[in-house]
């Protein structure tokens, strides 16, 4: 089992940045891939960013890309999503999820994964 937990959100007004990070504790001996989801109220939950197991390869969604940047620390089990030039459109919960084991892909779909976050609300105010 992998337990995952998000931090880091927050309310900050648009054009700024937060960073947030997921933690992973219990078996997390072999690598894994990890990806960040966000859902806003009323919409479904969407892929943002994915990283591979040794961080080799990452993706990201159009909508963010050259504003959000995921990495990892595997010394620190620890798997970041840096985000700049927040929008408002940005505001949701964000979710990281985990796939154990990864391999060296990156994964888009939800159902890739088999272990989640409890989330982290972010709030960019206009």
């Known amino acids: 089992q992998v337990q995952l937990v998000e931090s880091g959100g927050g309310l900050v007004q648009a054009g700024g940045s937060l960073r947030l990070s997921c933690a992973a504790s219990?078996?997390?001996?072999?690598?894994?891939?990890v990806g960040w989801f966000r859902q806003a109220p009323g919409k479904e939950r969407e892929f943002v960013a994915a990283i591979s197991s040794n961080g080799g390869s990452t993706h990201h969604v159009d909508s963010v890309k050259g504003r959000f940047t995921i990495s990892r620390d595997n010394a620190k089990n620890t798997v970041y999503l840096q985000m700049n030039s927040l929008k408002p459109e940005d505001t949701a919960v964000y979710y990281c999820?985990?796939?154990?084991?990864?391999?060296?892909?990156?994964?888009?779909?939800?159902?890739?994964?088999?272990?989640w976050g409890q989330g982290t609300q972010v709030t960019v105010s206009s």
């Open positions: 999820a985990a796939r154990s084991p990864g391999g060296y892909a990156v994964y888009t779909s939800r159902n890739n994964y088999n272990y």
């Open positions: 219990g078996r997390t001996s072999g690598f894994y891939a």
